[in-house]
Every structure is written in C-alpha cells, then in structure tokens.
C-alpha cells in the first residue's frame, strides 16, 4: 500500500502527516494528486502533470542545461569531504607525484565536478578550514573563476560558498559571532519529556551570506548547513549505538529549530523574502521510530510547519524520481560492524541527506527540468591508473537552476512611486510597504526602549524580548492594528534623533509666508509632484537612490526626511591574496562592501524661524558638508535653505565650556596665529579640567583664543535631558555632532542650549 498525503500540504515537498504503522518501504512521500493540479497559469516544472513535463525529463546523471536567457542562477549543493586534508596549513598544493599524488588528483576530481556541472553558486560543505585555504584551491584548480565567500574557522570542517566572479555579485558575510545569535542554541527540550537539555553548534554554526548587484532583481539569501551527523559509523556494539544514535538525533532536532527560528525572521508572515537553505542536513524525509519517538526529525521543522504555511520552504528535488532521489551511499555497519565478520561484506545503503531548500518567494523560480542529483561525476582523462577511481566527493551533490525573473511576490509598495523633489520618478525602493520584516529589523536593532513606548502609546502590551516584542508586531500588522508606514514612521522618529551630525539655522521672517496656509502648501507639493506625500509617509528602508520619504506639516512645522542606502568599502584582510607570476609578485587587498540605511533631514520651526538640517552618521567623519551641499541644492524648489542664516555654533564652544552643563572631555583651541592647542581628559569619565594642571593652561588659552572644537558629555537636567548626551561641536564647517540614541526631546533641548550660547 501506499500512504497517499493532502494535496495541499504536498506543495511543500516534505511529509507532513504519518502511518507509524504502515513500513517506511511502502511510503512515497511525493507521490501524491498534488500532481496534477495546475496553478494560475505559470507552474514551476515540479507542479505539472507527469504528460506536461518537458521532453528532455530528468537525468540523474547529467547535469541539466539551463535555458540560455533570463537571469539564472545555477545551485549546486556540494560536500568537499575532508578538503582541508587536500592542502596545507597555509594552503599549499599537493604535488602531482609522490606521497602527495592522490591528494592532487582528488582536487583534480572535484574540480572537475565543480567545473563541469556550470554552477554559479556552489556551496561547499567539509571545505577547508579557512578562507585562504579555500580561495588556494578555488585559484589553482579552478582557474579562480570563483569568489570564495567564507566565514571564520568553524573547526576542521569548513563552509563556504563559490560564487562565480563574472556575475559581479557582491556578498555580506554574516559573521562567526552573529550567526551564534542569529542560529542562537541552548536549553532546549529535544524529545518531550519535559526536560530542558543544554546544545552548542560547537564547529557547525550555519553560515550566511546575502547577494545583492550583479542583475538580481533584489537581495538573495543563502544559507549553507551541515547538520549533526545521525550516528556513529562503526559503533562495534548495538546498545552503545543506540545511546549515540539517540543523543545526535536530539541535538539535530535542537539545530532544526534554531534554524527556523532564523528563517522565520528572515520571512515574512506572508511568504516574502529571497532564501535559500542548502548544505549536508543528515536528514531525509523518512519518518522512521527516533523521529516518532521525538516527535520530528530534522528535515521537516527547517522547512516549517503546517500551522504555518505561508512560510514553508520547498524542496528543489521533491518530484524527481524516487529511484534516484539519494546524495549518499555507504555501507550498512549496524548489520555487519566489520568487513570480515561471518556475515559477510556489509549492505550497500542508501540515503538523501543533502538539500536545497527554496523559500516560499521562490518556489516557482525552479527552471523546467533543471533539477537532479549528479550520481556520476566526470573522470580526469590524464589521472594515473591508481587514481581513478578516487571520488571528488563521498555525496551525491544536488543541483538546481533559479530563474529569478519568476519571484511569486515581489517586494513592491502599493503606495505612490518614489519621486525626486523635481517631482521625477525616482528609483524604486527595494523595500516598501509589504516588507515589514525588514522594517522590524531596523526598528528592533535600536533601544527597545523605543519600540516599548511606540506600543504603550497605542494601549498595546510592550514588554518582552526582542523576540517576542518581533512577534507581537507582526500579529499587531496581520491584524491591522499597526501598519508598515508606522513601522516606516517610528524607524524615522529613531533615526532622525540621535547618531546625527546637524547643522543650525535662522530664518528669514518672510521665508515662511510660503507655507502659513494648508491650501498654499498642497498646491506647491503638486507642482512638485509631491502631493501625495503631506502627512502621509512613504515606508522606505533601503532605496536604490535618495528618496524623499516624508513632508510632515503644520502651520508652525515642517520637517522634510529623506531615506538612502549608504555603501562603503571595508577592509577584509582575510580575502587578500598573493599572485606570484614569472617576473612580478602582485598583491591583491579585499574591501567589502557594506551598505547602511541612512536618513536626512529638514526641520524647521515656522513661527520661530529656526530650522535644522541632520544627517545621521556617515560610516565615515568626513563628508557632511559635501552631504549638506548636495541636499541643499536638491531641495532648493522646495526650501530656499541658501538664504537661511548657518548658526555660528564656534562662539558656544568656549562659552559652554564655561558652564557646569557639561563635563569636558576636550578642547581644542587655536590662536590668532593659527597655532593649535588640545586639552584632553585621561578618560572620557572625567572632566578635563579636574586635573590643576589643564585647569591652569586652560584659563591661559581663554585670552585670545578661538575654539576649534567642543568635545562635551551635557549633564542630565530633572524634566528636561533625560540621559547624558554626548556631543563634539565643530567650528571648521559650524557643524553639531550628537553620539548615541536619544529621545526628540533631549536631542532638542541640546540644540536649543547650543543655541543660546552661541548669540
């Protein structure tokens, strides 16, 4: 018999429900009428009927051609075994000849593998241990076609990811220390008997990395797995086995959740997001006695649950055939522990352990009959005869192509099109207003103390973690009591007050006549192209060019806020690399890009006639008057901020350092001369001036004198400065620097004491 499954649970490639009693044998967990239904036209190749599949079919052993057009993306799914035995410690290359030889012809054979099959992303389970060793292998047998993207040292036993340098995709790289917290693992009851045990990745913390340019239409996700193995392979007793058997299998259970609890982060409650899990999980979709007994296994909580389905992952390989639906074959040592005890050689066995796992966004992006598992790897013509029968790899490596041109949902806004403040369409943002996720992860990466009073201003419950705090907005969005553009509104609100640098203004009388009515200000927005923005925020996060995200108005406000993407070059010394040639030896030094959300901003008091003009922190402490200089004239049809008068902020300098509102980390003076002098506290604690000896030399450089800099902590003020705030004043470009998440109110408060002591 058969154990036939629902239909709609079928579509996520994984069994969902179980006969205990019905023998594994006679279960085939994708044989189903799932088949045969068709979905809204456009049906990924694993949905269609038997008769509709494509002539060429499936071929285990060949690797499948892509179509030739769109943007594709080749996956390959691939475990090095043992690789770092293949080089040295500091990435040698095993010699062709000698003791070294099968060494050599392995990479050979790998190589071939990789080369062959025409993968653009591969991920390399069991690589060597680090990146350099790996970039070695990928230089000389690979004609260094690839980008190595590898984390730290995860012990013996490395993860990386090749991609193929052509595309021009550029990768962030999730570090050692951040995947420990994002895969976070601990107490965890892994068989239900109401115990709590205690788990550690130890070596095998996933790695992740998210690619972005290169033609992707958006941001793509890859996270690379190798999963606790099951058991011991020669145990040499039963009962020692089963002790072992059963301790691995509860702390594979312990890294399946760690690991969802990670995709459900990185997806949507409504399916989006660009994800993709692969890697050497030691896991199939057999649902054998340990897996009832603990109530799961590790394939199926990684690729969800049917409590939730909008967030279930597929299996690239659900509907390839089952005869060739395996990634391992090894000998069975439970039966026969040794080669030549009485029962002869051991049985040869069977079993699919490696996956590629798509998220719902992607599951019909699997190109027509581009899925299979490569059982027959290319041999090296030229490999002696004592090497050829070598093996690349020990697995089976799955393959799969994605035309990503077919995302199910994309991440889009209903809300109108970016515009310039020219009233051009601007670039589309890359995440709008269905994005909530990424919303969230901004929002929550800053004090929670800030998400706690957004909630306790709208009577909604606001303690908890950060995790929880994720999960209750989430409900608090799927049931319209909070929306992205409040999200959007709060992350502005954060932003917009703190980690600024901020320059001041006076402003003429008349400057403001221009937005003293309603009716005034809608039809000026118009001519702009910009009505559809008054009091009505656009939710951007991280848009492909700077976007003016918000006119918020009143009759004695207006704040202007634009939202940008921010990319810089970071040194990544672990990807350099030498290149020795015949007559020259060339360095090469990595930089990796890193990109930031960065928010700018217009405030300006209309009944004061005073405004401000904030730029939240550059990665870099030059370039905010060239920021400042390119945001005034982009606004200049909207605010005439060059005939603002720039508050001459050098006069406060020594004037708050007078005061007792502050305590005196440094000061720098500079004479009529253009000598300069610096007063610096031993630490950032203590009052420069509390030493005699600066208080001394400090009241000598008072007389004629100018301060060049105020580098000051103000004090808290009851009902007024709720925190210490830090700030530094520059004179050069008359320019405030404010350090650290503050509220509006302490933020403004400051500006106005700064104010006051620069008249």
Not at 415 to 433: D, F, Q
Request: hydrophobic letters at 40%.
């Amino acid at each position: 018999m058969k154990t036939r499954l629902p239909w709609d649970l079928r579509a996520f490639g994984v069994i969902l429900c179980y006969n205990p009693f019905c023998p594994a044998s006679a279960i085939d967990p994708f044989d189903s009428p799932w088949h045969k239904q068709r979905t809204k036209g456009r049906v990924a190749y694993a949905r269609l009927p038997t008769a509709a599949r494509p002539s060429q079919g499936y071929d285990g052993n060949a690797l499948a051609s892509p179509p030739e057009t769109g943007m594709l993306l080749k996956l390959l799914c691939l475990n090095g075994q043992e690789m770092g035995d293949l080089l040295g410690e500091n990435g040698d290359l095993p010699a062709r000849d000698g003791t070294a030889a099968a060494a050599y012809w392995r990479c050979r054979r790998l190589a071939l593998l990789i080369t062959s099959s025409g993968a653009d992303i591969i991920g390399l389970v069991e690589a060597p241990a680090s990146g350099e060793r790996t970039r070695a292998f990928a230089a000389a047998f690979l004609d260094d076609a690839y980008d190595v993207w590898q984390g730290e040292r995860r012990g013996p036993l490395g993860l990386a990811f090749l991609v193929r340098r052509s595309l021009g995709l550029n990768a962030t790289v999730r570090s050692k220390e951040e995947s420990l917290e994002d895969f976070a693992l601990g107490a965890f009851d892994a068989d239900g008997d109401g115990i709590k045990e205690l788990y550690s990745w130890y070596n095998r913390v996933p790695l992740e990395i998210v690619l972005s340019g290169g033609g992707l239409p958006g941001p793509l996700t890859l996270i690379l797995v190798h999963a606790k193995s099951k058991g011991g392979f020669i145990p040499g007793d039963l009962f020692a086995y089963e002790r072992l058997s059963r301790a691995s299998r509860m702390k594979q259970r312990a890294q399946a959740m760690a690991i969802r609890a990670r995709l459900d982060r990185l997806v949507s409650a409504r399916g989006e997001g660009r994800v993709v899990v692969m890697g050497a999980m030691n896991d199939g979709p057999e649902f054998d006695a340990q897996s009832a007994l603990q109530g799961g296994a590790f394939l199926e909580p990684v690729m969800g649950s049917v409590w939730d389905p909008a967030r279930i992952f597929s299996n690239a390989h659900a509907f390839c055939p089952i005869k060739d639906r395996w990634t391992i074959d090894f000998q069975d040592r439970v039966v026969n522990p040794l080669e030549d005890a009485r029962y002869g050689v051991p049985a040869e066995m069977r079993s699919w352990v490696d996956h590629i796992l798509l998220s719902p966004e992607l599951k019909d992006c699997i190109a027509p009959g581009s899925a299979g598992i490569l059982h027959t790897e290319p041999e090296v013509a030229e490999a002696p005869e004592a090497h050829r029968s070598l093996r690349g790899s020990d697995h089976h490596p799955p393959f799969v192509t994605l035309d990503l041109r077919q995302t199910t949902r994309a991440a889009t806004s209903a809300a109108a099109e970016p515009v310039s403040i020219a009233g051009a369409p601007a670039p589309a943002a890359r995440a709008a207003v269905d994005d909530v996720e990424l919303l969230l992860t901004y929002v929550l990466g800053h004090k929670l103390d800030f998400t706690r009073h957004f909630l306790r201003s709208r009577k909604l419950p606001y303690s908890g973690t950060r995790e929880q705090l994720r999960e209750r907005l989430l409900s608090h969005v799927e049931a319209g009591r909070v929306t992205a553009a409040d999200l959007a509104t709060l992350l502005n609100q954060i932003e917009g007050w703190g980690n600024q640098h901020i320059y001041l203004y006076n402003t003429p009388a008349a400057a403001a006549n221009a937005w003293a009515k309603q009716s005034e200000v809608e039809a000026r927005l118009e001519r702009l192209g910009l009505g559809g923005l008054l009091n009505r925020p656009r939710p951007l996060v991280l848009p492909d060019a700077r976007t003016l995200a918000a006119v918020e108005w009143t009759p004695q406000r207006l704040r202007l806020v634009w939202v940008e993407k921010r990319g810089w070059e970071q040194r990544a010394p672990d990807l350099d690399r030498v290149e020795e040639q015949r007559d020259e030896r060339l360095t090469w030094q990595a930089y990796r890009t890193q990109y930031l959300r960065g928010l700018l901003a217009v405030d300006w008091n209309l009944a004061a006639g005073q405004a401000l003009l904030s730029i939240q922190r550059l990665p870099s402490d030059a370039g905010y008057d060239e920021a400042r200089a390119e945001l005034q004239a982009e606004i200049e049809p909207l605010v005439p901020l060059r005939d603002f008068r720039i508050v001459r902020i050098s006069r406060a300098i020594q004037r708050i350092g007078a005061s007792d509102e502050v305590r005196r980390r440094q000061l720098v003076y500079k004479t009529r001369r253009g000598s300069q002098a610096t007063l610096l506290s031993a630490e950032r604690t203590i009052d420069a001036f509390s030493d005699p000896k600066i208080s001394e030399a400090g009241e000598l450089l008072e007389e004629g004198t100018a301060g060049l800099l105020g580098d000051f902590y103000w004090r808290t003020v009851d009902g007024m400065l709720t925190q210490e705030m830090h700030t530094k004043l520059y004179a050069d470009d008359q320019r405030v620097g404010i350090f650290g998440e503050h509220t509006e109110s302490d933020v403004r408060y400051v500006l106005s004491r700064i104010r006051h002591h620069s008249r």
